[in-house]
């Protein structure tokens, strides 16, 4: 560990046993930080950041503490060891800290020690301290937290503003007022812990699970370049290793939640973000008083003891509903979740979370081990076979009549089913062609629709191309072929997916006589 002398700003290497009383410091890093090697320099000392390190030996002489530690310029970012030791070891060096001094370079305010006063200082709400994911646990775990405002007035401390915080961040009142937050923290759920990180961000991808190590009290090595899916993924598997919580599995999809959607998106078993969680801060553990083993994670996937009830539920698909052992605070009835089996793999994948209307568990439900496929998601179930048939429901598209299909030859016409053609591996597709039934009238509007798996996941697409004169539009197979699934091609688009089955809904198309109009398909899978 590496610190600095309070008076004179130079460096002190302390045995771990011998690691005197220091002050911490607690800021953004902005343009203008004093690196290590530049800290005795002359032009270490004619940074903007070099400000921010003297007043902290300042206000720490002031409270007689003799060290500091500053994590811009005590750590050797050079060395990937010493960085990664860092990272690791950072929560428990803000709470071994005598005092941590937390700078707001963005909150002018002048000082106070009442909490009414506070909260009226817009500027400390809207401070970007607060979404930041590095700044979490330097909230959290010191045993003493004092925040400063851009001029170094004194602002309050964490205590005394603890309600104001709560409100801003989303963390417990109580745990940010608590003597030793560090030491409560465990009776938190992760779910809880989760969503105080679920609207922070930070610079490198990979962060925004690295500085939740400390949060849950795990260690996973750095690797930077990953990208932020792996890494926090890394985190939970972790976190697995160590808590047999099931609040790790209520997060939701936002996206879904907003529309009123709670099926399964395609990410898998653990969530790819924190942000997954911003709903879920209110889930708590349900003692369940027996003796498994909750979780247990293997290359197989995630083995886990729940409560299942196979009846009323399709049988043909293999599903079933499961409840977790957590729950919405205040709530009689567990979180459930619908499953579907895979016979071959002897696994099963979670098709909806936490949707609303799901039963209680009932009495007589046994509870069961089974194997949760961790990867498993509808672009991995589906991705060798593919879609069977994509089904026409009533689209409702005013003075337009269907006039052609492709492929024709896969075109059921008592159903209104089509069976689509793969163009390239992963990539199926299929046309349906509508001309106004008005007499003498010429205008076309052609929808693809089509269904493509790739490393990133599964997506389901329509591309709707209108035409005044329909003589661009005769070669109905070209037109198909020719479109590029794209982000754009659902601007319009509403993607329900669940139990096997993906609907998607296109409207308000501001075409000349297409306006307001509905096309709507569904794509089943075997």
């Not at 060290?67 to 060891?81: G, L, P």
């Not at 979490?136 to 309600?163: C, H, N, T, V």
């Not at 003597?179 to 490198?204: C, G, L, N």
């Not at 990539?427 to 509508?434: E, I, M, N, V």
Request: charged share 20%; with cysteine.
């Amino acid at each position: 560990m590496r610190l600095l002398h309070a008076k004179d700003l130079t460096f002190y290497e302390p045995r771990p046993a011998e690691i005197p009383k220091y002050a911490i410091l607690s800021h953004r890093w902005l343009d203008g930080e004093v690196l290590l090697h530049e800290v005795s320099t002359k032009a270490g000392r004619s940074k903007a950041g070099y400000e921010k390190i003297k007043k902290c030996g300042q206000i720490a002489l002031e409270d007689g503490i003799d060290y500091i530690r500053v994590d811009t310029c005590c750590i050797d970012k050079s060395s990937s060891a010493e960085l990664s030791e860092a990272i690791n070891s950072m929560a428990l060096w803000y709470a071994n800290a005598a005092v941590c001094y937390a700078y707001l370079a963005d909150v002018a305010l002048p000082g106070t020690h009442t909490e009414e006063h506070a909260q009226q200082a817009f500027e400390l709400k809207q401070s970007a301290r607060f979404n930041r994911g590095w700044t979490l646990q330097e909230l959290i775990f010191p045993k003493r937290l004092l925040f400063y405002a851009q001029d170094w007035s004194y602002i309050a401390s964490r205590g005394e503003i603890s309600k104001l915080i709560s409100i801003i961040t989303g963390i417990s009142s109580e745990l940010l007022a608590a003597t030793y937050p560090q030491t409560e923290i465990d009776h938190f759920s992760t779910a809880k812990r989760m969503s105080w990180a679920a609207k922070r961000v930070t610079t490198r991808p990979e962060d925004l699970a690295y500085c939740l190590m400390g949060l849950f009290r795990v260690n996973i090595p750095l690797l930077y370049g990953e990208g932020s899916w792996k890494a926090f993924r890394r985190l939970q598997e972790a976190i697995i290793q160590k808590s047999d919580d099931h609040s790790l599995l209520a997060w939701l999809n936002v996206e879904d939640l907003v529309n009123g959607n709670y099926t399964f998106p395609n990410i898998g078993l653990l969530a790819d973000s924190p942000s997954r969680f911003q709903y879920s801060g209110d889930i708590v553990p349900v003692p369940t008083g027996i003796g498994y083993p909750s979780f247990s994670l293997t290359k197989r996937g995630l083995y886990i003891n729940l409560q299942i009830d196979r009846r009323n539920v399709s049988q043909a698909l293999n599903m079933c509903v499961a409840w977790l052992d957590c729950a919405a605070e205040g709530e009689p009835n567990r979180i459930s979740i619908s499953l579907q089996y895979l016979p071959e793999t002897d696994t099963y994948f979670i098709t909806r979370r936490r949707y609303p209307g799901a039963p209680s568990a009932p009495f007589d439900a046994a509870r069961e081990t089974v194997c949760l496929d961790d990867l498993a998601s509808y672009s991995t179930l589906y991705r060798s076979s593919g879609p069977t048939s994509f089904i026409l429901l009533n689209s409702q598209l005013r003075g337009f009549g269907l006039r052609g299909v492709f492929p024709d030859a896969g075109w059921i016409s008592k159903s209104q089913a089509i069976l689509p053609f793969e163009t390239s591996p992963g990539d199926w597709r299929c046309g349906f062609g509508f001309r106004q039934t008005q007499l003498g009238a010429s205008e076309v509007v052609v929808a693809v629709v089509g269904y493509k798996v790739s490393d990133e996941g599964q997506h389901i697409w329509c591309a709707l191309v209108h035409w005044i004169n329909d003589s661009k539009a005769e070669d109905l197979e070209a037109l198909v072929r020719a479109q590029t699934p794209s982000k754009d091609s659902v601007h319009h688009a509403t993607i329900r997916i669940g139990e096997g089955v993906m609907t998607l809904e296109v409207g308000n198309r501001q075409t000349s006589n297409f306006a307001d109009s509905q096309f709507r398909v569904r794509v089943y899978f075997s």
